[in-house]
């Protein structure tokens, strides 16, 4: 029962460095999510795809690039990290299709701890 | 976007006692759901709620999704050490679509002995 699965747990970048933050469904789920969670905030939404090749932008996607080549992977990438991206994301996923879709309840992974130095 | 006023933003607690928290927006939601999330954990589901008026229960908590839609509330009774952690509510708008749920910022709970 992996159900979403993100690597790694914890990451510790330079300004300016790159990273992918990897996240993996085995739930069959069309619909993805990536949100950030700050320090005392609730969490705000990156980016979602309701599919493979569709994405979309949500609430906060600047410095954030992601993709959708298949169903089960969908990694966020950051190109230039910034102080202001310290923080601990989190990937979730949701039923897409058949009478689950109504229930709207996206099932999330442990998330990513990551820094910004 | 828009906001779920969540409440308290914290609780200091005796083990035993029990607790009440709860949302409310401006906007009105066709789902209320609770989650809680422990340390260095992501977000669990704890209650689902769909209909207007609706109270579920999941052992030791009870949840109501408002008569109005625009707000819920979540009680936990007898609370016990492994209640700490964050309760969020998160809310999917009336029309709204694949675009994610809306959260609020959390209750955070804290158990003393």
């Known amino acids: 029962n992996a159900g979403v699965t993100q690597t790694p747990k914890f990451r510790i970048l330079k300004i300016g460095q790159s990273m992918t933050l990897q996240c993996t469904q085995d739930?069959?789920?069309?619909?993805m999510y990536w949100y950030r969670q700050d320090p005392g905030m609730g969490l705000k939404l990156i980016y979602y795809?309701?599919?493979?090749?569709?994405?979309d932008k949500g609430e906060v996607p600047n410095g954030y690039n992601v993709s959708r080549s298949t169903t089960e992977d969908f990694p966020l990438r950051l190109e230039l990290a910034a102080p202001s991206q310290t923080s601990v994301y989190f990937c979730?996923?949701?039923?897409?299709?058949?009478?689950?879709?109504?229930?709207?309840?996206?099932?999330f992974g442990a998330g990513t701890r990551l820094s910004v130095l | 976007g828009q906001q779920l006023n969540q409440s308290p933003q914290s609780m200091f607690i005796q083990e035993g006692e029990d607790v009440s928290m709860n949302c409310t927006s401006s906007?009105?939601?066709?789902?209320w759901l609770w989650y809680k999330q422990d340390p260095g954990e992501g977000p669990v589901l704890l209650i689902a709620?769909?209909?207007?008026?609706e109270l579920t229960s999941n052992g030791r908590l009870t949840a109501q999704f408002g008569i109005t839609r625009k707000d819920s509330f979540l009680n936990i009774s007898a609370s016990i050490p492994s209640d700490v952690g964050i309760y969020f509510c998160?809310?999917?708008?009336?029309?709204?679509?694949?675009?994610?749920?809306?959260f609020g910022k959390g209750t955070h709970l804290i158990i003393q002995p």
């Open positions: 739930m069959n789920h069309n619909y």
């Open positions: 709620l769909y209909k207007a008026g």
């Open positions: 998160a809310g999917q708008l009336m029309g709204g679509g694949a675009d994610g749920l809306t």
């Open positions: 795809s309701v599919g493979a090749g569709i994405t």
């Open positions: 979730a996923s949701r039923p897409g299709t058949g009478a689950a879709v109504a229930k709207n309840i996206q099932y």
């Open positions: 906007s009105i939601f066709n789902t």
